[in-house]
């Protein structure tokens, strides 16, 4: 079992940075491949990004690409999402994933434990 605490979401004005952390907690956290995740209101869970388990590679959707940056900090047991030039778009419940291992990374399915999510919330 992995259990993983988000902090860090709040509300800001467009065009303004917000770094996300996701504490984790149980099995060895350096293991998993992490995901970060969104859901707006009335929408379907998406993919954010996703950082491999040493940090070394990392994927983002096209919707965050240049704006956001996934990182992690394994002697922390930490994933971040640091988040700059944001939209109103981007407002959301914002959930951190530890992936499975298999599966494609991008899909929800292949992530294993979430945690309870934290809100963004971007004002015009």
């Known amino acids: 079992q992995v259990q993983l605490v988000e902090s860090g979401g709040g509300l800001v004005q467009a065009g303004g940075s917000l770094r996300l952390s996701c504490a984790a907690s149980?099995?060895?956290?350096?293991?998993?491949?992490m995901g970060w995740f969104r859901q707006a209101p009335g929408k379907e869970r998406e993919f954010v990004a996703r950082?491999?388990?040493?940090?070394?590679?990392?994927y983002y959707a096209d919707s965050v690409k240049a704006r956001f940056t996934i990182s992690r900090d394994n002697a922390k047991n930490t994933v971040y999402l640091q988040m700059n030039s944001l939209k109103p778009e981007d407002t959301a419940v914002y959930y951190c994933?530890?992936?499975?291992?298999?599966?494609?990374?991008?899909?929800?399915?292949?992530?294993?434990?979430w945690g309870q999510g934290t809100q963004v919330t971007v004002s015009s």
């Open positions: 950082v491999s388990w040493s940090g070394g590679s990392t």
């Open positions: 149980g099995r060895r956290f350096s293991n998993y491949d």
């Open positions: 994933a530890a992936y499975r291992g298999f599966g494609v990374f991008t899909a929800q399915t292949a992530y294993d434990y």
